[in-house]
T-cell receptor, first 114, second 114 residues
Framework: AQSVTQPDIHITVSEGASLELRCNYS??????LFWYVQSPGQGLQLLLK??????LVQGIKGFEAEFKRSQSSFNLRKPSVHWSDAAEYFC????????????FGGGTRLMVKP | DAGVIQSPRHEVTEMGQEVTLRCKPI?????LFWYRQTMMRGLELLIY????????DSGMPEDRFSAKMPNASFSTLKIQPSEPRDSAVYFC????????????FGQGTRLTVV
């Protein structure tokens, strides 16, 4: 079975600083990969996804992620964080033939200092 | 489209009572998922429907939980009898089964069993 690890439970960055959230997955083949964001009391919103092709994917709100097969990683980045980015971020995977049966990481809570 | 609609948004019930959570998927989507989010276990997939048929219910915790999808536009998740450890946020999500697509999540139902 696949698994997802987000090593950082909490991250605090200053507004305007760069951000990288880590995600490692365990799966025998290349899965489909996703990053979702959850604001307090809200549902999950998709930031970006990787299915195949270019390993650097662009998402909404200025986020990007890079798939590195050799490292089984799909890290999320943003060059300049805004206060409104404070939220919880989830990395998720699904096997390519399993529809959207997602396995989620434990999440990383991002706090932004003014 | 209004997105995935869940009701109620909040539910408080007494232990032993029956609880029914409802979900209306995005029109045209043929896959529907129920997830549960808790502090201890994070986001877990409970059950997956495709074309109204349950495909994978291996995540349903025990027989007290049941889910139905009588038609393409409605699903329920029922807990009977409810227990305090069922307190969680329950999310419904929908997607297209074919192609490279993502799952869209509802706002969730926060269930508290006292």
């Amino acid at each position: 079975a696949q698994s997802v690890t987000q090593p950082d439970i909490h991250i605090t960055v200053s507004e305007g600083a760069s951000l990288e959230l880590r995600c490692n997955y365990s799966y025998g083949a290349t899965p489909y990969l996703f990053w979702y964001v959850q604001s307090p009391g809200q549902g999950l919103q998709l930031l970006l996804k990787y299915f195949s092709g270019d390993t650097l994917v662009q998402g909404i709100k200025g986020f990007e992620a890079e798939f590195k097969r050799s490292q089984s990683s799909f890290n999320l980045r943003k060059p300049s964080v805004h206060w409104s980015d404070a939220a919880e971020y989830f990395c998720a995977v699904t096997p390519y033939n399993a529809g959207n049966m997602l396995t989620f990481g434990g999440g990383t809570r991002l706090m932004v200092k003014p | 489209d209004a997105g995935v609609i869940q009701s109620p948004r909040h539910e408080v019930t007494e232990m032993g009572q029956e609880v029914t959570l409802r979900c209306k998927p995005i029109s045209g989507h043929n896959s529907l998922f129920w997830y549960r989010q808790t502090m201890m276990r994070g986001l877990e997939l409970l059950i997956y429907f495709n074309n109204n048929v349950p495909i994978d219910d291996s995540g349903m915790p025990e027989d007290r939980f049941s889910a139905k999808m009588p038609n393409a536009s409605f699903s329920t998740l029922k807990i009977q009898p409810s227990e305090p450890r069922d307190s969680a946020v329950y999310f419904c999500a929908s997607s297209l089964r074919t192609g490279n697509t993502e799952a869209f999540f509802g706002q969730g139902t926060r269930l508290t069993v006292v």
